[in-house]
């Protein structure tokens, strides 16, 4: 199998992670336009400077392909060879996008897929309306509905077309009853290197939460550890290794819904056995990332007293199931794993009826 992947040099945790799946399959070939630079072991410390986690997880790993050189020389002339085609930055690549549709014979349009790893839960271009209507109001006559979307976050259909509840809450409620979800929009999540995973005992933990405070509700219990800034890198640890060590050394990891439900962070904490408390997490859309977590895998909790609450009611054996079933579902979301679930409903896509809402699930 051939796959082009079309990319804008932006890193993005679940493109990454989509990329470095499909790279670990065999019997395929991923061809990245241009080079991912930062995904592999050659990667500078300015490519990684440039990542969001400034090169932990998901980067400089991937070993060079020789196969695949020159296949990037004039990619263009071989495009119809491929047999998907894949876009992860439709901000970047819209004109690109309307390019390769129009030129692709009608027949050939059902292998180009959009990966949508963006935090707005608004689908393009219903997001940034000021400037796309500014600077290419063409864009919302592209035929995006017509190809393969891969969503990361969703709120309501009112929300994915840019109807924002939080500015226009009647207008949103109006729009969510009357709009559906496009017939070829599905569901996708970010994903972690398997290399990443350590089975790690509950009982051989040592400190209780994971130094990294994201909800001021919980200042007391972090002693005063100042929230981190949504969307800004401000690390608790200059370090991967004193990041991973202080993980594994922690029984409980605090996670929130920030810019976007799903989060990398989710991810990482689980790897090393560090149980998630998910706050809010009833709030979360069942077809927005994270998938599949709930209070068998995680603890949900919405204020300070309810999260101590639940963590002091549980017995060590009733935390250490918690954990067990958290590594399970971990598994589940592997770079390579969620990369076969990909690649699985691309070869199960039909052609479907206009306004159906389909629900696929990557577990």
Known sequence: MNILF?????????????????????????????????MYEDASVEDLQKTGSRGNTLYKILPEEKQIRGKRTYWLADIEKYDHIIFTDIFEQCDLFNYIYKSLRKEKRSRISIIDGYDSSSRFPFFHNSFNLKVRPWSYFYNFNNVNVFKREFENTGELYGIRKGSFPVLNKIASKI???????YKISMSIPESHIENISF?????DFINYNIDDELNEIFNE?????????KPSFEKQEDYYNDIKNSKFGITTRRLGWDCLRHYEYAAKGAILCFKNLEQKNEICAPFGLDETNCIPYTTKDDLLFKIK??????????QKNQYEWIRRYTTKNVAKDFLLHLSNIREVPKRTVVDFRFW
């Open 6 to 38: 079309l990319n804008a040099s932006i890193p993005n945790y679940l493109i990454d992670g989509l990329f470095h799946g499909l790279r670990s399959l065999t019997d395929i070939t991923v061809v990245d336009v241009p080079r991912m630079d930062y």
């Open 179 to 185: 709009l559906s979800i496009p017939s070829r929009q």
């Open 203 to 207: 009982k051989n933990k040592t400190q």
């Open 225 to 233: 550890l100042p929230v981190a800034e949504a969307g800004v890198w």
């Open 313 to 322: 009611s549980k017995t060590i054996g009733e935390l250490e199931g918690i």
